[in-house]
């Protein structure tokens, strides 16, 4: 017979995790054929430097980590042509040694077209 202090616990950590914003179902889709001749808005997709640099963060923190980025902050967006330019920004600490992250990000549809670290 399986004991509550065994089922108690269980049921505390299953109520603990927040429901997903999403569901990866595993297949594999050929987009549909609206979606090829979908609305593309003047300017791009990314027209601001807030969007940029909210797509930055997410790659940003997914490759270097929270801390990392954090620790880079303010990041510093600039525009060439139509590539934003999302560069990491270093603290006022003359001690600290190493590089900022940096990525180019398209204007036109959001695509990633090179990300680095500097060492």
Same mark, same amino acid.
């Given at each position: !017979?399986? *004991?509550?202090?065994? =089922?108690?616990?269980?049921? =505390?950590l299953?109520?603990?995790?927040?429901? @997903?914003?999403?569901?990866?179902?595993?297949?594999?889709?050929e987009?549909?054929?609206? !979606?090829?001749? $979908?609305?593309?808005?003047?300017?791009?997709? #990314?027209? $601001?430097?807030? !969007?940029?640099?909210?797509?930055?963060?997410?790659y940003?923190?997914?490759?270097?980590?929270?801390?990392?980025i954090?620790?880079?902050?303010?990041l510093? #967006? *600039?525009?060439?042509? $139509?590539?934003? =330019? #999302?560069?990491?920004?270093?603290?006022?600490?003359? +001690?600290?040694?190493g590089?900022?992250f940096?990525?180019?990000?398209s @204007?036109? +549809?959001?695509?990633?077209?090179? !990300?680095i670290?500097?060492?």
């Amino acid at each position: !017979m399986v *004991s509550i202090r065994c =089922i108690i616990p269980l049921v =505390i950590l299953s109520s603990c995790q927040a429901p @997903a914003d999403y569901r990866y179902d595993g297949a594999e889709s050929e987009p549909s054929k609206e !979606m090829v001749e $979908t609305y593309k808005p003047a300017g791009g997709y #990314v027209r $601001t430097p807030e !969007m940029a640099a909210k797509i930055a963060g997410i790659y940003g923190v997914e490759y270097y980590g929270q801390q990392t980025i954090d620790e880079q902050k303010p990041l510093l #967006v *600039s525009k060439a042509g $139509t590539i934003w =330019i #999302v560069k990491g920004s270093f603290p006022d600490d003359p +001690n600290l040694k190493g590089g900022v992250f940096e990525i180019r990000i398209s @204007a036109a +549809n959001g695509e990633v077209l090179g !990300m680095i670290h500097g060492r």
